[in-house]
């Protein structure tokens, strides 16, 4: 074999194998960004709180599905909407929680099973400590923390009388 040929022949291969890796990455971004099936969130927050009040944020996740548990693994929660308040406590209890820069999230790590047609409310208990208005996404991540769904909050924060 000749050196042309045999360099044409490499050049085939290396450019089917990055084909296919481009192909299994596109496949895999398909997957990743699309929506959890049967999972529906809604976001229950006073319209309106003063400053060092304490309330709930109520985060309502049900499972649509029929068969099949649906895992929430995380609930992310915008920096934006929580500039204004202080995370008193987490109703079930979190396993973790952490910053995530990337997205500008508080994140609560909760790995919990939601058996066929029902919900779980995640109750967070907030300190409002700042005046404003505040507003932003809350993620509520299943299967994976790549799969989610997101819901918005908003909430002013007046002063004290």
């Given at each position: 074999m000749n050196t042309g040929k045999a360099i044409g022949i490499g050049c085939a291969v290396v450019?089917?194998?990055g084909i296919i890796v481009i192909g299994a990455?596109?496949?895999?971004?398909?997957?990743?960004?699309?929506?959890?099936k049967g999972l529906s969130v809604s976001v229950d927050a006073p319209v309106e709180v003063r400053v060092g009040e304490t309330f709930d944020m109520k985060v309502i996740v049900k499972n649509e599905r029929t068969k099949k548990d649906l895992l929430v693994t995380?609930?992310?929660?915008?920096?934006?909407y929580l500039e204004g308040?202080?995370?008193?406590?987490?109703?079930?209890?979190?396993?973790?929680?952490m910053n995530v820069p990337v997205d500008n999230?508080?994140?609560?790590?909760f790995d919990l099973q939601i058996p066929p047609e029902e919900e779980q409310i995640f109750t967070f208990t907030l300190r409002a400590v700042k005046a404003g208005i505040y507003r932003g996404g809350v993620d509520v991540c299943a299967e994976t923390s790549y799969n989610f769904i997101?819901?918005?909050?908003?909430?002013?924060?007046t002063e004290e009388k």
């Open positions: 450019s089917l194998l990455a596109g496949v895999w971004f398909y997957y990743a960004v699309q929506d959890p995380d609930i992310d929660i915008s920096k934006k308040f202080f995370v008193v406590r987490v109703d079930p209890k979190e396993k973790s929680s999230t508080l994140s609560h790590t997101t819901a918005q909050a908003q909430t002013v924060v």
